[in-house]
């Protein structure tokens, strides 16, 4: 089973911008698509992107449509979601999410992105 790795969370303020990486152990060409979820305390696991990893084809949760990037470099299998323009409602545990062509799935650990007011 593929492990993936996430970083690049951290402390920002509002405003502000971070780039989360996920850096996979597999190749992440063999995966139908790479996915970004969020889990902010209290609150159930949302998702917040997707990237097609054969087509680059991307869609976003509207809440963070316009202000995150995702994208995927499938030669160093790394997986990417740029955030702009951060609000402290982007507060959450960020995982990384590697789908199956059988739509079965594997997670990272979280990395922690927290934007103060």
């Known amino acids: 089973q593929v492990q993936l790795v996430e970083s690049g969370g951290g402390l920002v303020q509002a405003g502000g911008s971070l780039r989360l990486v996920c850096a996979a152990s597999g190749s992440i060409s063999s995966f139908r698509a790479m996915r970004w979820y969020r889990q902010a305390p209290g609150k159930q696991r949302e998702w917040v992107a997707s990237i097609i990893t054969n087509t680059g084809t991307t869609n976003y949760a509207d809440s963070v449509k316009a202000r995150f990037t995702i994208s995927r470099d499938n030669a160093k299998n790394t997986a990417y979601l740029q955030m702009e323009s951060l609000k402290p409602e982007d507060t959450a545990v960020y995982y990384c999410?590697?789908?199956?062509?059988?739509?079965?799935?594997?997670w990272g650990q979280g990395t922690q992105v927290t934007v103060s007011s």
């Open positions: 999410n590697a789908q199956n062509y059988n739509f079965s799935s594997s």
